[in-house]
């Protein structure tokens, strides 16, 4: 097993599980609904390299972005991969945090994500509540709070999937579940086509599954007023089309990715 170099880490990760002008696409969509207004200034919670955030200062020069993680090393990726490539004017409108995401910041966002489950990390429902009641005191008055989450039956198995990219295959790994905590340990691991290494455990997730419902739950008992929840549609072969809208009532399925939207 070799050990995998930082910068192929973020390279391999972000171009297996990240979309970020879809996650942009859906997040404006959706707000223009609910404001009949553009979203300006962004947060990114759990940001890591924060190329969303650079993604998100790109599209006006009214639109500003922060990217918070308490990890220096997706923050030095980020910096020399993502914000290196914005222009001056940009570049002033992204700022990267090394810091804490329960922590006070002296800014309020329009909109502040937490994708790729990251909130998972917590696994006390009070940590949880308490990290919501953060994010809620951090928005705007006209703000949206946007979580993904997954599920499925396939969610709590232990088994390994894995995906066929042009230079590289990405495994994710579920290798426990405790059902009685509901905590669940994951991988991710990479085979690189170039050399034909296997990376095992680039990625480590020690969490603790929560249902959408949880979830809602939570963020209402965090003080938001307004929790909405989204279901993807399917194509004529069942699999997802990449559109998603606003639902409550749906049947499970093997595996699912969708979206939470909370306001204040």
Known sequence: MSKIPSNLKYQLYESSVQNHECDIEFINKQYKKFFKKPAL???????????????????????????????????AYGKENHYSRLNDNQKSRMEYIEGNVLADYPFKADITVAFNFSYFIF????????????????????????????????????LQEETEHDNHTYFWDCDSYNTLTEEVL??????????????????????RMWSVGEIKDAMLDAGFSNV????????????????????K???????WVTYIAAMP
Request: glycine share 10%; with cysteine.
């Open 41 to 75: 200034t962004f947060r990114e919670d759990f940001g890591g390299t924060a190329a969303m955030a650079c993604d998100w200062v790109k599209q006006s020069p009214d639109h500003k972005a922060w990217g918070i993680d308490l990890d220096p090393e997706p923050i």
């Open 228 to 247: 909405v929840t989204y279901w993807e549609g399917t194509d004529d072969d069942g699999t997802g089309d990449g559109e998603f809208y606003s639902s």
């Open 249 to 255: 009532d749906e049947e499970n399925c093997e595996s």
């Open 186 to 207: 994951y991988y991710i691991h990479f085979k690189d086509h170039k050399d034909g290494k296997m990376y095992r455990k680039a990625f480590t997730y020690d969490w």
């Open 123 to 158: 696994k006390e429902r009070r940590l949880l509540v308490e990290y919501f009641a953060k994010v809620k005191e951090g928005l705007s008055k006209d703000g949206v709070f946007f979580v993904d989450i997954f599920g499925g039956t396939e969610a709590r198995q232990e």
